[in-house]
């Protein structure tokens, strides 16, 4: 019967060093997939940010684009001799 209980316990053992094991490797994976989803959502920040800077040279672009038209009809109407 000692021998038997030995065992046992032994065998409990391992399955709670095994399981801390486990619980250690979930915990660091969970780490992981936080540190991913901020970085993510860092990410999508910045693109949005990029997009919206883009969207402002555009029409930065389009308004100059505008001028240079409106001064080049304007200097059509002046004749040279």
Not at 18 to 33: D, K, M, P, Q, R
Not at 57 to 81: L, P, Q
């Amino acid at each position: 019967m000692t021998s038997s209980t030995s065992e046992v316990a032994a065998a409990t053992q391992e399955q709670a060093a095994t399981t801390e094991e486990v619980t250690a490797s979930v915990s660091e994976v969970s780490s992981l997939i936080e540190q991913t989803a901020k970085e993510a959502g860092d990410a999508a920040a910045a693109t949005e940010e990029s997009s919206a800077a883009l969207d402002e040279i555009t029409r930065m672009i389009e308004n100059v684009d505008k001028i240079a038209k409106e001064a080049m009809e304007a200097n059509r109407k002046f004749k040279v001799d």
